[in-house]
């Protein structure tokens, strides 16, 4: 009697979890998962069409704030934009769209895109 028990017990639970895997990524069909961030810009739930406006205004955001460089006593102030640095809006979105669930499971996925202004060669 008792092992009946466990034995319907642990089926019940493994129909819930079977449930589950396909049913919540459902919920997420088309837009981002839960625990996905680009620095502190948290994407969840954003689709197709709300993710690259999000990012890129939060991208402007970042290359516009100032920051402060200090050489040999001297500060400079100036802006990632200024070092020609860029936010790839499309390769960000791509990246947060291409997490999965398991990739979420192990905690928060921090992607983000950044193009360089390229050093000279020579």
């Known amino acids: 009697m008792r092992l ?18 396909f049913l919540v990524p459902g919920l997420f069909y088309g837009r981002i998962l839960p625990g996905v961030a680009v620095s502190q810009l948290w994407l969840a739930g954003a689709t197709a069409s709300d993710a690259p406006l999000l990012v890129a205004a939060y991208g402007e955001a970042m290359v516009q704030k ?43 996925r921090n992607v983000g895109r950044f193009l360089g202004r390229s050093a000279p060669s020579g």
């Open 4 to 21: 009946d028990f466990y034995i319907t017990a642990l089926a019940s639970c493994l129909v819930v979890v079977a449930a589950g895997s």
């Open 66 to 108: 100032p920051m402060a460089m200090v050489l040999r006593g001297a500060t400079q102030r100036l802006n990632l934009e200024a070092l020609g640095v860029q936010l790839d809006v499309a390769s960000t979105v791509r990246a947060a769209f291409a997490v999965r669930w398991l990739a979420v499971l192990g905690g928060q």
